[in-house]
C-alpha cells in the first residue's frame, strides 16, 4: 500500500532563511509525487509535481523539490523564504496504478516570522 | 471562469440528520474526489469516481454515500451524521486519462460541517 510521512508537523523560521520541508514514501507502484499548499481557509493548490524524468523539479513561488529513489523522499526546499509563505504544505503520492487519486502527508505548517 | 465549487460552505447540524454536501465542477474532468480535512490527520480519501455511474471507496468511506449521475457533480451524503464527521471537506477533479500531467488535483474551498 501506499503511504506518504511528513517528517515534521511545524517549521518556523525567519524571513530571507532558507526551508527544507521533508516527506518520505512508501508506493508499490510507480512514483507519481507532488506537493501541494495551503493558505488559510482556502483549498490546496498545486506547488510542483514529479512524473518522471529531471529528479530535481521546480515549482511555483521559487519552490523546488528533489526526488531520490534510493532514500524514497521527495523533500520540498526554498532557498529564501517570504511572509507569505505562511502555509500548510502537503506531500502526496497516486493511491494506485490508475494513478488519479492521492494518498496525502498529515502536512506541515510552515510558519515565516520576521 | 471555469472552476469546481462546493456548497454549502459552512454547515451546522445535529447527531442522526442527513447532510448532504454538493461538488460542482465545470472542466468536465472525468474524476472527482471528496477529502476530508482533520487537525492530525491531513487529507484523508473518501470517496472517488472515475465517470459517471462509477465510484470506489477511498480511506475512509464508512458512514459516507455518493452517488455521480452527471459528469460534473459528485454530491457526498451523510445519512446519519455523528459528531466524528465534523470536519473540512473538501472536493476536488482531475482530467485523468493516460497523460501524467493530467493526474493534477483541482481542489473547492472546502464545505466545513460541524455535527452537534
Known amino acids: 500500500a501506499q503511504s506518504v510521512t511528513q517528517l515534521d508537523s511545524q517549521v518556523p523560521v525567519f524571513e530571507e532563511a532558507p526551508v527544507e520541508l521533508r516527506c518520505n514514501y512508501s508506493?508499490?507502484?510507480?512514483?507519481?509525487l507532488f506537493w501541494y499548499v495551503q493558505y488559510p481557509n482556502q483549498g490546496l493548490q498545486l506547488l510542483l509535481k514529479?512524473?518522471?524524468?529531471?529528479?530535481l523539479v521546480k515549482g511555483i513561488n521559487g519552490f523546488e523539490a528533489e526526488f531520490n529513489k534510493s532514500q524514497t523522499s521527495f523533500h520540498l526546499r526554498k532557498p529564501s523564504v517570504h511572509i507569505s509563505d505562511t502555509a500548510e504544505y502537503f506531500c502526496?503520492?497516486?493511491?494506485?496504478?490508475?494513478?488519479?487519486?492521492?494518498?496525502f502527508g498529515k502536512g506541515t505548517t510552515l510558519s515565516v516570522s520576521s | 471562469d471555469a472552476g469546481i465549487t462546493q456548497s454549502p460552505r459552512y454547515k451546522i447540524t445535529e447527531t442522526g440528520r442527513q447532510v448532504t454536501l454538493m461538488c460542482h465542477q465545470t472542466?468536465?474532468?472525468?474524476?472527482m474526489f471528496w477529502y476530508r480535512q482533520d487537525l492530525g490527520h491531513g487529507l484523508r480519501l473518501i470517496y472517488y469516481?472515475?465517470?459517471?455511474?462509477?465510484?470506489d471507496k477511498g480511506e475512509v468511506p464508512d458512514g459516507y454515500v455518493v452517488s455521480r449521475s452527471k459528469t460534473e457533480n459528485f454530491p457526498l451524503t451523510l445519512e446519519s451524521a455523528t459528531r466524528s464527521q465534523t470536519s473540512v471537506y473538501f472536493c476536488?477533479?482531475?482530467?485523468?486519462?493516460?497523460?501524467?500531467?493530467?493526474?493534477?488535483?483541482?481542489f473547492g474551498e472546502g464545505s466545513r460541517l460541524t455535527v452537534l
Open positions: 472542466w468536465s474532468h472525468s474524476y
Open positions: 514529479y512524473l518522471s524524468g529531471s529528479t
Open positions: 476536488a477533479s482531475s482530467r485523468g486519462g493516460s497523460y501524467p500531467k493530467h493526474r493534477e488535483l483541482f
Open positions: 502526496a503520492v497516486r493511491i494506485n496504478q490508475a494513478g488519479t487519486a492521492l494518498i
Open positions: 469516481s472515475a465517470a459517471a455511474d462509477i465510484t
Open positions: 508506493s508499490s507502484v510507480s512514483v507519481y
